[in-house]
């Protein structure tokens, strides 16, 4: 398989085993490029990229203007705070508006889970979702299985501790579709008032113990507390979150001894994960930066490659 | 898809270690020796040759002649038109290209235009001092002004043929052969 049979990426939940497989595969060449003196290709000229931000973000922004700008695409990006959104033009004018700009890729984020899949069916411009409301965060996923593979040479077996704010995570939800799907067992650990209701339906082991959770994974991915989302009493207080679920030296002992520790980010330090822990050897949280970068330029490459009769519109 | 077995066999394994000693002795002749060489063979079947000419010239020379691999997916200018984006390898290339004499290697020069994108790809990673072109099979029909300055053989083909490179490396055997093709369809090789 060498091509993506899609027009759109808009979760991992409808993905299949062998294209993320694909996607990895093509990752790996490309972070070549990332090392490079220049770090620069022709493949995207003439192909118009569109970022378009409802929500805060600078590394998931920045990493995908980085993997565009490395491919040679131009790049335009929209924050709502700054646009006409402010004016009140709705989502989807705002869309035609850019199509008819001749935008061939659209990455959105969206404080509402399903904004990418509306407007994946309002143009005929590819959409890329980078983060939608609770639902997924596809290419967080992806960057995360594409380092986990790195460090232990397989993700078929793995067991993939992911710790934290479960209920409110796109980045839990994508890590636990493309994860399940890649063979790897996924536990979910956090407190039972930040666990989603029905995650016993989920193929997953859930846990409300942290240690027990832990215990002989080979992975721990700790997850960010959503501080802004924090206001509606889930925990008693960000102290008694950081002592019963904190990631700390001796909680991470649990684990296999050649563990790996990932975060998403940003961090809080000092609630969900310790600084000693968080610059520690175990951790590859830069890494899963650079990953992200060669991730998303996996996906362009991919999405507007090949004589496709979507993108233009 | 012609079967890449059948067809006429026009080179076996004793034509092709001839054909890759002659060139490693071309290689070290036109260079005045091997200094500064390098050899970058263009995925895939240009890699295992690229590597067996370096041997070939370590062995004559008694230097150590570096070798590399490039991926030219990224460079092609048929990826907007092409119906399956060509898939990406990873470029190995572990010493620097500046000021390197480069002898690029594919087991196959046809209409140029891999060449061109490899060109284009070396250029990105530094500016080398020379980059000279090795082909097994040189077999015409060049749509871009390109030529390889040592080649294997030269094998008259018509556009409706194939032309398929096996390698032990790759493909458990040395052999060429050609394999007419049933539709009107263009080449691949």
């Known amino acids: 398989m060498n091509k993506l049979d899609r027009k759109d990426i808009l979760g991992l939940q409808d993905m299949t085993q062998s294209e993320i497989q694909l996607i990895l595969d093509t990752a790996i060449s490309m972070k070549e490029i990332l090392n490079r003196p220049v770090k620069k290709v022709p493949t995207l000229r003439g192909k118009t990229v569109c970022t378009l931000f409802y929500e805060p973000s600078t590394r998931t922004r920045t990493s995908f203007e980085v993997a565009a700008k490395t491919l040679s695409a131009d790049v335009s990006s929209i924050a709502a705070a700054t646009s006409a959104i402010v004016k009140g033009e709705s989502f989807k004018d705002t869309l035609l508006t850019l199509q008819a700009m001749g935008v061939d890729l659209f990455i959105i984020r969206h404080q509402s889970g399903g904004a990418p899949h509306f407007a994946a069916r309002t143009v005929k411009s590819h959409v890329i979702n980078a983060g939608d409301g609770m639902h997924e965060h596809p290419t967080q996923g992806l960057l995360d299985m594409l380092t986990m593979l790195e460090e232990k040479g397989r993700l078929d077996g793995l067991v993939v501790t992911v710790v934290g704010d479960i209920l409110h995570s796109r980045v839990a939800r994508s890590n636990l579709w493309g994860l399940t799907k890649m063979g790897a067992t996924v536990r979910l650990a956090g407190p039972k008032t930040l666990l989603p209701p029905e995650v016993d339906k989920l193929p997953v082991e859930v846990y409300s113990n942290i240690d027990e959770a832990i215990e002989g994974a080979d992975i721990v991915n700790v997850l960010r507390i959503q501080l802004e989302r924090m206001n509606s009493g889930f925990f008693p207080s960000v102290r008694e979150y950081a002592k019963l679920f904190g990631i700390n030296k001796e909680r991470l002992r649990r684990a296999k001894p050649d563990v790996t520790l990932m975060h998403p980010g940003p961090m809080n330090r000092g609630v969900e994960i310790t600084p000693d822990v968080a610059d520690g050897e175990f951790s590859v949280i830069t890494d899963q930066v650079t990953n992200g970068v060669a991730v998303r330029m996996a996906l362009l490459y991919l999405l507007l490659g090949g004589g496709s009769n979507v993108g233009t519109a | ?189």
Do not use: C
């Not at chain 2, 500064?36 to 230097?63: D, S």
């Not at chain 2, 200018?77 to 990873?90: C, E, I, Q, W």
């Not at chain 2, 980059?131 to 030529?147: K, S, Y």
């Open chain 2, 1 to 189: 898809m012609p079967n890449k077995d059948s067809g006429n066999k026009v080179m076996d394994a004793d034509d092709i270690r001839r054909a890759v000693t002659r060139i490693a002795h071309e290689i070290i002749e036109k260079n005045k020796g091997a200094e500064k060489i390098a050899i970058i063979g263009i995925q895939r079947r240009g890699v295992p040759l690229a590597q067996r000419l370096a041997k070939l010239i370590e062995q004559i020379e008694g230097t150590s002649v570096p070798v590399g691999s490039l991926n030219v997916a990224l460079y092609r200018d048929d990826y907007a038109t092409r119906l399956v984006p060509p898939s990406v390898g990873k470029t190995e290339i572990d010493f620097d290209v500046s000021d390197r004499k480069i002898v690029l290697v594919d087991e196959v020069i046809y209409t140029g235009r891999t060449t061109r994108s490899a060109l284009d790809a070396l250029m990105d990673m530094g500016r080398p001092a020379q980059i000279q072109l090795a082909a097994l099979i040189d077999r015409g029909h060049r749509e871009l002004p390109i030529r390889a300055d040592y080649i294997g053989k030269n094998l008259p083909t018509s556009r409706r043929e194939h032309v398929y490179v096996h390698l032990v490396e790759t493909d458990g055997e040395d052999k060429v052969v050609i394999v007419k093709q049933e539709s009107g369809e263009r080449g691949a090789q």
